[in-house]
């Protein structure tokens, strides 16, 4: 990306990097900014140069301009990188990566489904996680991988219990 990071408009830089309806790694990202500033601010030190902010097979990857030796921000980056690994991409909620055709991203049963539509409009022959060799946590009914509800709903996720599939 061409544009400099701004650490005084630290959302504002994140949203042109991470795009506006991905909330969910949004905040994240822009908590562990906001705490490396501090700590610069604090120690007297520039600010890190953010070259990069993207998402990659599912997983978020902040990339530096240079090398820092700094271990609070080499930490503060990889706890926002784990904590995203376990994050919706849009809305924060408890996920995990989920394959949608050839695509992958990080999103909850609700987005995987609206991802999933979305997809299908374009090639009708997508599904949700159609290579997953895991039965235990995949839904039956659309695929999704993850929290399942057990019991008298059977073995599917909330939205496809919600949708009375």
């Not at 701004?6 to 990097?17: A, C, T």
């Not at 609070?72 to 949608?100: H, P, T, W």
Request: contains cysteine; charged residues 25%; proline residues 2%.
């Amino acid at each position: 990306m061409t544009d400099r990071f701004d650490y005084d408009d630290i959302r504002g830089s994140v949203e042109k990097h991470l795009a506006k309806d991905n909330v969910g790694w949004i905040r994240i990202v822009t908590e562990c900014l906001e705490d490396i500033k501090e700590h610069c601010d604090g120690e007297e030190k520039t600010y890190p140069s953010v070259s990069q902010i993207k998402q990659k097979f599912g997983a978020l990857r902040i990339y530096l301009g240079g090398v820092t030796d700094d271990p609070f921000i080499q930490s503060s980056l990889e706890d926002a990188v784990q904590k995203a690994g376990r994050s919706c991409e849009r809305c924060g909620n408890v996920s995990r990566i989920q394959c949608i055709g050839a695509w992958y991203a990080n999103l909850c049963c609700w987005h995987a489904h609206e991802a999933a539509v979305e997809r299908s409009e374009k090639f009708p022959k997508i599904g949700l996680n159609l290579r997953s060799k895991s039965a235990t946590l995949q839904c039956r009914s659309c695929g999704y991988l993850g929290q399942i509800a057990w019991g008298v709903s059977g073995h599917r996720c909330p939205a496809c219990v919600s949708k009375g599939w």
